[in-house]
């Protein structure tokens, strides 16, 4: 029994356990067309893009289409600019389309609200069959009916239940309640000229020649509305396939006013296009591979629509920043995608450091700042952070020691400002002396360590000791260790 369905006026029921042999179904005997048909009414949410995502797919695993098609008939919603916004992040994902706005195609136009005349066309011809009526002012019986005052059309809906096929909930049956009331008399035509939702997305389907229907669950209860359509214009259904909804860790659904739900937000945030795809990938379907890393290629490759999986997947953003660590990982290793890297992160550290400008600068110096740090960094801007202490002196308020009571810190700094003045600038060298200090002076080299560490970082978590000190320089090495053993002496 699905939840959703259960909580309102409709009464679902699965019947029948989905398809385990799918060379039954319509994909099988035809030219597989997907379609994507976002609303620009909002910017890109996160299982907006899945969507297109998994339609994408199973496109392309079929050598089929995947078409887009813009739905603006609710034009009083309409946000500027939203438009550009959704082909943009397509085209940033990979996610190009075969047909549809900008690309076109034999089947256009690809925006609804320029296909008016469309509609108009099999309107009049359910009009004409008895299946649609108009209805004047709420269809008021002291209205005059005439064409001269608003009205709306409506379909005839049909009494009783509405079964229908899914590949991933198999059979479903949806009762309604009965006698037949209004309100199941749903709306096709606005009194504004614009069709409604339900009516033009069957008309683009059909006339698009659309296979394949892969949608959130949340249109299971609207499915029946399609269906009849399909049946009073005696047309064949698409095949559908419904996707879990997106979840908070909490249960609750991810919501559209959440800004990490929104897909322009985690890219602002330094995550990777595919790494952004590969996460949204996992949630609602299994690859049933062991590896949770699975590119665009291999995505294609093992993508199929029996593999979709029932129940809430939870966005948990962990995940991501796994998934985004080995992508930046792998982009780094590169040498084009590292040296656009270098130039994104250059922009931004003249931002955050200002008085570093002349350091910044230096391309090579930033690249070895970054492949040092490459480890600890899960997104762009995560470096940008920690790698302050590399381009500005940290604050030696918050250094605090924890040498052994006997030792006097000061001596035990001017020993180290002295072998680091005289030993070789490589990293093992400077290992080896580090340890050899602290041999000598009798206390344990993590101690040692962590007070370098302080004295040079700050209280930021870094790479390897050693390295980080080869990177910084002799002078600034000096520098920083003379500063703090002045305010000591």
Not at 22 to 37: D, I, P
Not at 142 to 147: F, G, N
Not at 362 to 378: A, T
């Amino acid at each position: 029994m699905l939840s959703f369905c259960l909580k309102s006026r409709y009464a679902c029921k699965v019947i029948q356990k989905p398809y385990k042999n799918l060379k039954t179904l319509r994909w099988n005997s035809t030219t597989v067309r997907t379609r994507f048909a976002p609303s620009p009414t909002g910017f890109l949410h996160l299982g907006s893009l899945r969507t297109a995502l998994f339609n994408y797919l199973w496109a392309k695993k079929c050598n089929g289409k995947f078409i887009v098609r813009l739905e603006d008939t609710d034009q009083k919603r309409k946000v500027n600019g939203s438009e550009q916004s959704i082909y943009d992040l397509l085209q940033t994902f990979g996610l190009q389309w075969d047909e549809g706005p900008i690309t076109g195609g034999p089947f256009g136009p690809y925006e609804q609200s320029k296909r008016l005349h469309i509609y108009s066309e099999y309107i009049s011809k359910l009009l004409a069959s008895g299946k649609a009526y108009k209805c004047y002012d709420e269809c008021s019986t002291q209205s005059p009916k005439t064409d001269k005052n608003p009205y709306v059309v409506r379909f005839r809906s049909e009494e009783g239940p509405i079964t229908f096929v899914d590949t991933v909930y198999g059979k479903i049956t949806i009762k309604r309640n009965t006698p037949k009331v209004l309100s199941d008399d749903f709306v096709l035509l606005k009194s504004d000229g614009y069709p409604t939702y339900h009516f033009a997305n069957v008309v683009d389907d059909h006339l698009m020649g659309i296979t394949n229907v892969i949608r959130g669950e949340e249109w299971i209860p609207s499915t029946p509305k399609h269906i009849q359509l399909y049946k009073a214009f005696h047309w064949r259904p698409p095949t559908y396939s419904h996707i879990p909804l997106l979840t908070n860790p909490d249960g609750s659904k991810l919501s559209k006013r959440q800004n990490d739900a929104h897909v322009t937000s985690l890219l602002e945030k330094g995550f990777e296009p595919m790494a952004i795809l590969n996460f949204l990938a996992l949630m609602g379907w299994s690859s049933r591979q062991k590896n949770d890393v699975i590119p665009l290629p291999q995505l294609l490759e093992l993508f199929s629509i029996d593999r979709l999986t029932r129940g809430s997947c939870i966005v948990a953003l962990e995940k991501l920043q796994f998934l985004n660590k080995h992508y930046l990982r792998e982009r780094m290793t590169d040498p084009k995608q590292l040296e656009q890297i270098v130039a994104q992160m250059q922009k931004s550290l003249k931002e955050k450091y200002p008085n570093s400008v002349s350091r910044i600068s230096d391309s090579e110096y930033v690249c070895r700042c970054l492949l040092l740090l490459h480890n600890r960094v899960r997104t762009l801007p995560e470096f940008v952070d920690l790698c302050g202490y590399f381009f500005e002196e940290p604050s030696q308020n918050t250094i605090q020691h924890r040498m052994p009571l006997a030792t006097n810190v000061s001596v035990l700094l001017s020993r180290l400002l002295h072998e680091f003045q005289l030993c070789s600038w490589q990293p093992q060298v400077l290992q080896t002396m580090v340890s050899d200090v602290a041999s000598s002076f009798g206390i344990p080299l993590g101690k040692l360590q962590s007070l370098i560490r302080q004295i040079l970082c700050g209280s930021v978590p870094g790479a390897n000791l050693a390295d980080t000190i080869h990177l910084l320089g002799r002078d600034t090495t000096l520098h920083r260790l003379e500063a703090y053993n002045r305010t000591i002496s």
